[in-house]
């Protein structure tokens, strides 16, 4: 069995709603966020994804370890530590943007929404 020789995948996600359009494959050209999954065996987001991410200056970038039912809850939190850590060194902004006009009321859910990203997933076929 050949393995998938990737070990990290960005992919656009299309959050804009489909408006009482009869197809929901309509095209678009808005894009209002950015799912970039890391696999856990990576370690590490790739040099390429890093260059990538840092590019795209006014998409939310949301985080996700891809197959996250694989690692512990102590090696997925260690994970996410990583993630967080090699992003901030890179000083790539992830959703939600910190902004200076937001009151304390909406501040804490943004901390609480950084506390948890990136977002762990498990997917099956």
Same mark, same amino acid.
Not at 87 to 92: A, E, Q, R, V
């Given at each position: 069995m050949a &393995? #998938? =020789?990737r070990s990290s995948s960005t992919s656009i996600v299309n959050t804009r709603p489909n408006f009482g359009r009869s197809s929901p494959r309509c095209v678009t050209s %808005? $894009?209002? @966020? !950015? &799912?970039y999954i890391v696999a856990f065996i990576s370690f590490h987001p790739l040099a390429i994804d890093l260059? /990538? /991410?840092k590019e795209i200056k006014c998409l939310n970038i949301v985080p996700a370890i891809a197959q996250s039912d #694989? !690692? %512990?809850l102590e090696e997925c939190e260690a994970f996410k530590v990583r993630i967080r850590d090699? !992003? @901030?060194y890179h000083s790539i902004r992830l959703y939600p $943007?910190? =902004?200076e006009d937001q009151d304390t009321e909406e501040l804490r859910p943004n901390e609480a929404i950084r506390n948890i990203i990136p977002l762990a997933v498990v997917g099956s076929e």
């Amino acid at each position: 069995m050949a &393995a #998938r =020789n990737r070990s990290s995948s960005t992919s656009i996600v299309n959050t804009r709603p489909n408006f009482g359009r009869s197809s929901p494959r309509c095209v678009t050209s %808005t $894009f209002k @966020s !950015l &799912a970039y999954i890391v696999a856990f065996i990576s370690f590490h987001p790739l040099a390429i994804d890093l260059m /990538v /991410v840092k590019e795209i200056k006014c998409l939310n970038i949301v985080p996700a370890i891809a197959q996250s039912d #694989r !690692l %512990t809850l102590e090696e997925c939190e260690a994970f996410k530590v990583r993630i967080r850590d090699e !992003l @901030s060194y890179h000083s790539i902004r992830l959703y939600p $943007f910190d =902004n200076e006009d937001q009151d304390t009321e909406e501040l804490r859910p943004n901390e609480a929404i950084r506390n948890i990203i990136p977002l762990a997933v498990v997917g099956s076929e």
